[in-house]
């Protein structure tokens, strides 16, 4: 019954959800009380499906895939740990990158052209 009615029975949650938030949001402090684990779970799980469009356990696979290792350098992250790098036009998942990696992407706007230009610079300007 309920597959074949689920936006119907969504939309009645949503509306009562809509009337009753108060009653709703203590329930739901309440369960996420009872069952801390479950909720942690499903936080990371939304989380993954709401900025990469995978699952939790997805992610979890990619990562060690890679030996928990920064793709570009190759290290182990330090402290805030790897983050998967992704467009930003397309949302399309890349590969898990330290902080320090995923920042230089990120300033450059993810410009070819300017990493090139960085990587030029570098080379006219080392200590050899």
Not at 71 to 77: G, N, W
């Amino acid at each position: 019954m309920y597959q074949d009615n689920k936006d119907l029975y969504k939309k009645r949650a949503r509306e009562r959800r809509l009337k009753n938030p108060e009653y709703f949001r203590e329930a739901d402090r309440k369960w996420r009380l009872k069952y801390p684990d479950k909720a942690k779970a499903m936080d990371r799980n939304s989380a993954c499906k709401r900025q990469y469009g995978i699952t939790f356990d997805q992610y979890k696979e990619l990562k060690k895939r890679q030996n928990d290792l920064c793709y570009i350098c190759q290290k182990l992250p330090e402290k805030r740990g790897l983050h998967l790098d992704h467009s930003h036009q397309t949302k399309k998942i890349r590969k898990f990158l330290c902080m320090n990696c995923n920042s230089v992407i990120g300033h450059c706007k993810e410009s070819i052209i300017v990493l090139q230009k960085i990587i030029d610079y570098l080379k006219e300007h080392a200590d050899v």
